[in-house]
């Protein structure tokens, strides 16, 4: 469950101030299907890097499932976003120096999970993403969707509740794109919450909850036509 | 929540692999460092106990006497009056037996003459000197026997001769019993030196030596180059210095017309010199290990902003400020710790090679210098990365990411 109400977020450029987050109020049930539409320069990345605690408010509150996030500790803020939080980027963000295996071990590591809990969870979300046979491969010898599909074993492997993509698919071609946007659908019928920003009408319409932002203001509301009906029973 | 050490060294080697033009640089420049140190340390303490070496191989307890004021420093009556310094004779020498505090004493002369057998013939130092001499100076006799144990006034026809005198005069045949010529005189060959005789100064393989009567005739003196005195311990060797320079004054009619060393106190200085030597060389080359540890941390600080991305991934997957510093300071230690190590190899390797160039300098670095330059390294490491592990932690995670 996420609430946030009347959210802030200024920036402070020279003597003018950029409001990126204008009082947004916005209430998210665990196992939602969002997506955040809008303009460039909108707020929506900002708006999801607050979601992710990547971000404070300037004002507001932020509260994840009933807790106060706003007022943790760094320690405490990091330890939310490993364990609660799953983050899947537009430029992958994967470290070209690991292997397929070794990017999504690293959130466990960060952890303090010892290796032989680590290796059957890797292993599993390897498998789970088709990604067993590349699994020693390095980024740059994996295509684009294969990399997403990476990125995104990472950032379930610690199991979340909560996974936020920003413009998932920016940097795909139609048909990875599209395998991308199924995959993140298949773990939200699973019950995570999936939050994703797109510029992408398409796309965007096949969430749940279509939010549309103007100028750092939720300017709109659409319900989506919900390709398949999500199941609520597993947590 | 820091993680388990083996995932930060395994993460922290894998960061440094991926980087290895950095990670050659750091390692290069630490290992300079620390191979500076090594070395540098390594030669002034081999001077320092060449030195030793040296002094210890003259004699222990020694009074060296020597004719003439040495420390000629200010006046005194013989340059006032004019005079040339009154020579030390054989006479002096007997003098200064009179103590119980002298074990022995032995009087010598040098010169050079030409010492020949058939038609074989070089020039040589030529030694005058008394049965004493072999023990005061710890030599050792290879073959036949040293001068013989008489009067020190009998001028009795023996030779002792270094090694390289038999072989160029004899080759393969033997000397001893032979008869040579040194200068007009006949010498009958009692004695070879053994290879131990070294010590400043006189190389005895170079040398021949006589009874220092039959010396004192063949150059036609009766002055001594100088006198050992050897004391019979070392608290003794004040008692013997005081002892020998007033019996001399009292000889030479009042005049102190002699100068008296003693060995330990000339070994003294030379210790102290040259161990501030090795501490001052020392401290340079620590200078550059300093000089490392701000390139570490220049390209610490390089390496966190070519990582930018890195590091704000890290922390959008959960890492703690404190883990981001525990990871940057790990791979600081890993490459202080792997360039300090190799600098010891490369250190260790220099002396080595220091030690066969110049076999009489036993250039070995002090244990102090090199648990020295083990741990400057380290400090110096982690401390100039502390700066460079901060500014990584504040990274501010959106700006990270968005940084292409
Ligand atoms: N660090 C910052 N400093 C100053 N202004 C910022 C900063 N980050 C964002 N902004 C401003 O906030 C506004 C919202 O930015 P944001 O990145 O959220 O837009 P967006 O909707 O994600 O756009 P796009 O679709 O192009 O990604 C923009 O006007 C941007 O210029
Ligand atoms: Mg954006």
Redesign the pocket.
């Known amino acids: 469950m996420i609430e946030l109400s009347h959210i802030h977020r200024n920036?402070q450029?020279g003597d003018q101030t950029?409001h990126?987050l204008d009082d947004v109020t916005l209430t998210i049930k665990s196992g939602d299907y969002v997506s955040i539409m809008?303009?460039?320069?909108?707020?929506?990345?900002?708006?999801l890097n607050l979601l992710g605690l990547l971000d404070q408010p300037s004002s507001g509150i932020y509260r994840l499932n009933g807790k106060d996030v706003t007022a943790l500790s760094d320690i405490e803020q990091a330890r939310v976003r490993n364990r609660e939080i799953g983050f899947v980027f537009q430029m992958f963000h994967l470290v070209p120096r690991l292997s397929a295996a070794e990017n999504v071990e690293l959130p466990l590591i960060l952890a303090g999970l010892p290796p032989e809990q680590r290796r059957p969870r890797v292993a599993e979300a390897l498998e789970e993403l088709h990604l067993t046979d590349r699994s020693h491969h390095k980024p740059d010898q994996l295509s684009g969707g294969q990399r997403q599909r990476v990125a995104i074993a990472r950032a379930t492997v610690t199991r979340p509740n909560v996974l936020l993509a920003?413009?998932p698919t920016g940097n795909l071609d139609h048909t990875s794109g599209q395998d991308v946007v199924r995959i993140l659908e298949d773990l939200n019928q699973r019950g995570l919450t999936l939050i994703m920003?797109t510029?992408d009408p398409e796309m965007g319409s096949r969430a749940r909850r279509q939010l549309h932002?103007l100028d750092?203001r939720l300017d709109a509301e659409l319900a989506g036509q919900a390709p398949d009906t999500p199941r609520h029973d597993t947590p | 929540m820091i993680p388990h050490s083996p995932d930060v060294a395994r993460f922290s080697w894998g960061a440094l692999r991926g980087y290895p033009a950095r990670t050659l640089l750091m390692l290069t420049a630490m290992a300079i460092g620390v191979a500076a140190v090594v070395v540098l340390t390594s030669l002034g303490e081999g001077a320092r106990r060449y030195v030793t070496g040296e002094f210890a191989s003259l004699g222990t307890n020694l009074v060296i006497v020597l004719p003439g004021r040495s420390e000629t420093a200010g006046l005194n009556p013989t340059t006032l009056m004019g005079e040339t310094p009154r020579d030390l004779t054989l006479d002096d020498a007997l003098a200064l037996t009179r103590s119980y505090n002298v074990r022995r004493i032995a009087p010598i002369n040098v010169g050079s003459a030409d010492v020949s057998w058939q038609s074989r013939s070089r020039e040589s130092v030529i030694l005058g000197a008394s049965h004493e001499l072999l023990d005061i100076r710890h030599w050792k006799i290879a073959q036949g026997r040293f001068l013989p144990n008489t009067d020190l006034d009998r001028a009795t026809p023996v030779a002792v001769i270094g090694s390289t005198i038999r072989n160029e005069l004899f080759g393969a045949k033997p000397a001893l019993g032979e008869w040579i010529r040194i200068g007009d005189r006949r010498f009958r060959v009692i004695g070879i030196m053994g290879s131990e005789g070294r010590s400043i100064g006189v190389d005895v393989q170079e040398t021949v030596i006589i009874p220092v009567a039959a010396a004192q005739q063949l150059f036609n003196t009766t002055s001594l180059f100088r006198i050992l005195v050897e004391a019979r311990s070392r608290d003794a060797i004040q008692p013997v210095k005081r002892f020998v320079i007033q019996t001399l004054q009292e000889r030479h009619q009042g005049i102190k017309d002699v100068t008296v060393v003693t060995q330990d106190a000339v070994l003294a200085t030379f210790d102290r010199i040259l161990g501030a030597l090795t501490y001052a060389v020392g401290g340079i080359a620590a200078i550059s290990l300093a000089v490392a540890g701000i390139l570490i941390m220049n390209v610490m600080l390089v390496a966190v902003s070519q990582r930018t991305a890195e590091i704000g991934l890290l922390k959008a997957l959960g890492a703690s400020p404190r883990q981001i510093i525990v990871l940057i300071l790990a791979e600081a230690l890993l490459l202080s710790l792997l360039g300090a190590l190799l600098g010891l190899l490369l250190g260790e390797a220099g002396s080595l090679v220091i030690r066969h160039a110049f076999p009489v300098l036993p250039a070995q670095a002090p244990i102090w210098a090199i648990v020295t330059a083990l741990l400057v390294a380290i400090i110096t490491g982690l401390l100039f990365s502390l700066l460079p592990a901060r500014r990584a932690a504040q990274l501010d995670p959106?700006?990270a990411l968005s940084r292409r």
């Open positions: 920036f450029v950029v990126a809008g303009p460039s320069g909108s707020g929506k990345s900002t708006l920003d413009e920003v510029h932002m750092g | 959106v700006l």
